[in-house]
């Protein structure tokens, strides 16, 4: 859909007046999955689809929310939006909005907004945080407020946890407010410092593979993993004073593994360790213009998401086992949360029709679910439009 169109859409719906438009992007994660909440690096980049979000102010003292994607609208008192909608999509927003007013923020004016979404819903490539982001962007934009980008990603952030009761890292809604067109974002959520580095890949594309098998981070799973990785830490901590998992190197892990007695605990924990420095060896690797390298790192990091966190499935694992099968795919595994999604491959430009058309058909055929493909552009991050 167009930005013409969406102008359209909010004509019809709200009627006639000025409008300002936004967007914010969803992201992929090119490596370093599940170590955000465990204070380590990730290595995630945004993408040119995301969530837009047209607004126009009122004087009304009410907001309104619609979306072209959801069913479900809103009228809320400017005084409630720090109260939840049941289990509704609105909640995102409604908890960003809840954010400003923690810090003392009001708003003198309502407003109208509409969002629409190109991000595919439940696909794991992080429409939610987009959602919050293109929120907080506008919110800080229209009613002048000028907290910056990195504090209205940990709004986005805080929305999640006590709006949407999934407790997220970081990484998502950050990319989403920082990222750069043709970069991604090395990111150490611990400390929040970040570095842009480009994204060089002659002759290579980056390829989404949508499972169509949608994850469900609410499910509890998603919170079971954030528990036990604390676990592992306390585990830890008699013999090595860490805070986080992220604290700690891979071979000063290697000496205190066995203290953790709960094997599912400890292999948890050794996920998210080898991780986070398979994410820095795969930064090194893109830096030198070592793609092989990045590739079998992206192989390594879907293996132990596989074996020992224990968030791939059947599908994801089909996806990234009939990639593997294709000449010319340098490295491919899951990306985002996990249970169902997608995964991120890198693949050569003259395999790419080869990819969509042999994984498609034989991952189909052993799933029964028709999987979509995305030649992905890495784009900006979230924006005024108009």
């Known amino acids: 859909m167009t930005i013409d169109q969406l102008k359209v859409k909010f004509i ?23 170590t955000d909440y465990n204070g380590g690096f990730v ?51 409604i908890g960003v909005f809840a954010q400003f007013m923690k810090k003392g923020l009001s708003f003198d004016k309502g407003a109208d907004l509409l969002f629409y979404g190109d991000v595919p819903t439940g696909a794991g490539l992080s429409s939610s945080a987009a959602l919050e982001v293109v929120t907080g ?13 990195i504090e209205l990603a940990q709004m986005g952030q805080k929305a999640e946890h006590e709006f949407a009761l999934v407790n997220c890292g970081i990484m998502d809604q950050f990319v989403s407010a920082m990222g750069k067109k043709d970069h991604a974002v090395f990111l150490n959520c611990d400390t929040l410092s970040y570095e842009l580095v480009p994204v060089k890949l002659d002759g290579v594309k980056i390829v989404i593979s949508n499972t169509n098998s949608p994850h469900k981070l609410d499910s509890g799973k998603y919170n079971e993993r954030v528990a036990e990785c604390h676990a592992a830490v306390k585990a830890i901590q008699p013999y090595q004073q860490i805070s986080a998992l992220g604290e700690i190197s891979w071979d000063d892990f290697l000496k205190v593994e066995d203290k953790i007695e709960n094997e599912t605990v400890r292999r948890r924990a050794r996920h998210v ?21 990045f590739g079998v790192l992206m192989n390594g990091s879907h293996d132990s998401l596989r074996d020992d966190y224990e968030v791939t499935g059947f599908e994801l ?48 055929a052993k799933t029964g679910l028709k999987p979509l493909f995305y030649v992905a552009e890495i784009g900006d991050g979230g924006k005024k439009l108009f």
């Open 43 to 93: 290595f995630p980049c945004a993408l040119s689809f995301g969530i837009y979000c047209l607004i126009r102010t009122t004087e009304r003292k009410t907001v309104r929310f619609a979306s072209l994607n959801m069913p479900f609208e809103a009228e809320v008192e400017v005084a409630n939006l720090n109260k939840a909608i049941g289990k509704e999509w609105v909640n995102y927003p």
């Open 12 to 34: 019809e719906k709200y009627g006639e007046g000025e409008i300002s438009g936004y967007f914010s992007p969803g992201r992929v994660n090119l490596i370093g999955e599940h």
């Open 137 to 149: 962007v506008l919110i800080n934009d229209t009613y002048g407020f000028g907290i910056d980008r």
């Open 317 to 364: 694992d089909t996806m990234v086992e009939e990639g593997r099968k294709i000449n010319g795919v340098i490295g491919t595994r899951m990306t985002g949360g996990g249970f169902g999604g997608c995964t991120v491959s890198l693949v050569k430009t003259e395999a790419i029709d080869t990819f969509i058309e042999q994984v498609g058909k034989n991952y189909e």
């Open 273 to 293: 360790v080898s991780e986070i420095q398979r994410t820095e060896g795969a930064v090194t690797a893109l830096r030198a213009g070592d793609l092989v390298k």
